[in-house]
């Protein structure tokens, strides 16, 4: 079965500085990835996918996340923090569903606060 | 409306109560979706519905009942809760092709506090 690891519960990091947020996966076959980013109160907006070709992908609001197979990772970046970015953060992998739709397995999330 | 809405935004439930959580997309999608969000516990997925039919039902409690009466809406029955229920109920929608790479658009969710 697919799952999600990110090891780090919460981060924070100064305004301006830059940022990484580490996800790894466990998936049997090529990995379909997804961020999603989570505001208090609020629900899960997408950042970003990764579904095959270029393994860096670029996302909204300056993200951007690199796919590396060799070590099962998908790690977000941003070269700088601003103080609207903290939230909580989640990694999440795509599973197909026989009657449609798919199947997403999340990590627990890495709450982001940033420090003015 | 765009996106996906969700209403309430907030709800207060005793245990012996009776509530709908209604979920509605503007997306054109016709897979939705129930999760459940609890505090330091991974987001739970409860149930999927593609095409209108319930195609994935995680071994969630009767005491939670969905209904999709059209690819738009979907709606969560709850009765007879109990306070471990009280969580944030987000709804998503996404294209049922049967593709890993459906990607899900989630609304704002429900808070829901059982007393």
């Known amino acids: 079965a697919q799952s999600v690891t990110q090891p780090d519960i919460h981060i924070t990091v100064s305004e301006g500085a830059s940022l990484e947020l580490r996800c790894n996966y466990s998936y049997g076959a090529t990995p379909y990835l997804f961020w999603y980013v989570q505001s208090p109160g609020q629900g899960l907006q997408l950042l970003l996918k990764y579904f095959s070709g270029d393994t860096l992908v670029q996302g909204i609001k300056g993200f951007e996340a690199e796919f590396k197979r060799s070590q099962s990772s998908f790690n977000l970046r941003k070269p700088s923090v601003h103080w609207s970015d903290a939230a909580e953060y989640f990694c999440?992998?795509?599973?197909?569903?026989?009657?449609?739709?798919?199947?997403?397995?999340f990590g627990t999330g890495t709450q982001l606060k940033v420090e003015l | 409306e765009t996106g996906v809405t969700q209403t309430p935004r907030h709800l207060v439930m005793g245990m012996t109560n009776k509530k709908s959580l209604k979920c509605e997309q503007h997306?054109?999608?016709?897979?939705m979706y129930w999760y459940k969000q609890s505090a330091k516990k991974p987001l739970e997925l409860m149930f999927v519905y593609s095409l209108e039919e319930r195609v994935e039902n995680n071994s969630v409690p009767s005491r939670f009942s969905p209904e999709c009466p059209n690819s738009s809406h979907l709606f969560l029955h709850l009765h007879t809760l109990q306070p471990e229920d009280s969580a944030l109920y987000l709804c998503?929608?996404?294209?049922?092709?049967?593709?890993?790479?459906?990607?899900?658009?989630f609304g704002p969710g429900t808070r829901l506090t059982v007393l």
């Open positions: 997306l054109g999608h016709n897979a």
């Open positions: 999440a992998v795509g599973d197909r569903l026989t009657g449609g739709g798919n199947k997403l397995t």
């Open positions: 998503a929608s996404s294209q049922a092709r049967g593709r890993r790479t459906d990607t899900q658009y």
